[in-house]
């Protein structure tokens, strides 16, 4: 790895997010590079200096843990004024359709006879 690409990774392994042979080939051109040694060093003081600066308020660590808990599970829409009344009407309109085709089904030209005299009537009449 050349001193380039070890300074864009030490973030990442500072915070041990590299795979198993990232780590050791940064760890070995750690111990061979005085330069980027110094550099890993200076990261890890700001990192670690970092942490230790005031930290966000009560209420604003409240803010963002319940706009990330909306975020991964929004509540879900209410309905809408219009919506409900709506969606009846399209289910009433799709049962009288279907009831309808089944009337049309079941009494047309060919349909299976409703009582035993009226298949006598049907079959036996001159
Ligand atoms: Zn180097």
Same mark, same amino acid.
């Given at each position: 790895?050349? =001193?380039?690409?070890? *300074?864009?990774?030490?973030?990442? $392994?500072?915070?041990?997010?590299?795979?198993? *042979?990232?780590?050791?080939?940064? *760890?070995? @051109?750690?111990?061979? =590079?005085? !330069? =980027?040694?110094?550099?890993?060093?200076? #990261?890890?003081?700001? #990192?670690? +200096?970092?942490?230790?600066?005031?930290?966000? /308020?009560?209420?604003?660590?409240?803010?963002?843990?319940?706009?990330?808990?909306?975020? #991964? @599970?929004?509540?879900?829409?209410? &309905?809408? &004024? &219009?919506?409900?009344?709506?969606? $009846?009407?399209?289910? +009433? %309109? %799709?049962?009288?359709?279907?009831?309808?085709?089944? !009337? /049309?089904?079941? /009494?047309?030209?060919?349909?299976?006879?409703?009582?035993?005299?009226?298949?006598?009537?049907? +079959? $036996? /009449?001159?």
């Amino acid at each position: 790895m050349t =001193c380039e690409t070890i *300074e864009l990774t030490l973030v990442d $392994f500072q915070l041990a997010a590299v795979d198993e *042979e990232t780590r050791a080939r940064i *760890e070995a @051109h750690l111990l061979e =590079c005085p !330069q =980027c040694l110094k550099s890993y060093l200076a #990261l890890k003081r700001n #990192l670690e +200096t970092a942490e230790s600066e005031p930290a966000p /308020s009560p209420a604003s660590r409240a803010r963002l843990r319940a706009a990330v808990a909306e975020y #991964l @599970h929004p509540a879900p829409k209410p &309905w809408g &004024w &219009w919506e409900r009344p709506l969606a $009846f009407g399209f289910a +009433t %309109a %799709a049962l009288v359709v279907a009831l309808l085709i089944t !009337q /049309s089904i079941a /009494s047309g030209p060919g349909a299976a006879p409703r009582t035993l005299a009226g298949a006598q009537h049907r +079959t $036996f /009449s001159p």
